[in-house]
């Protein structure tokens, strides 16, 4: 089994941050992708942040220098650093991965259950 936790989310004021952090645990052979994707009310879900084990990252043009994605060395943990945030960043957070449960085996997206962030304006 594999489980994806989240922590970090919460209400927050317009210009204000939050750090957002999941942690994978079970039986993970490599992670190869994470990153977040949220979902605001009546909007489809959105990439926010990825990265890749080759440490190449993406990010939607609406958090481009604001957010960062980062792992933490040596652990399945990934965090979503989130400065100057708006209004408009309000929805639910979902960190997911990208992972091998053993060397040979496929790929299996899986998806942690989603933390709350409101910014007020």
């Known amino acids: 089994q594999v489980q994806l936790v989240e922590s970090g989310g919460g209400l927050v004021q317009a210009g204000g941050s939050l750090r957002l952090s999941c942690a994978a645990s079970g039986s993970i052979f490599s992670i190869n992708a994470m990153g977040w994707y949220r979902e605001a009310p009546g909007k489809q879900r959105e990439l926010v942040a990825r990265?890749?084990?080759?440490?190449?990252?993406n990010y939607a043009d609406s958090v481009k220098g604001r957010f960062t994605i980062s792992r933490e060395n040596t652990t399945n943990t990934w965090n979503l650093q989130m400065n100057s945030l708006k209004a408009e960043d309000t929805a639910v957070y979902y960190c997911?991965?990208?992972?091998?449960?053993?060397?040979?085996?496929?790929?299996?997206?899986?998806w942690g259950q989603g933390t709350q962030v409101t910014v007020s304006s």
């Open positions: 990265l890749t084990s080759a440490s190449s990252t």
């Open positions: 997911y991965a990208v992972l091998r449960r053993t060397g040979w085996g496929p790929e299996y997206n899986y």
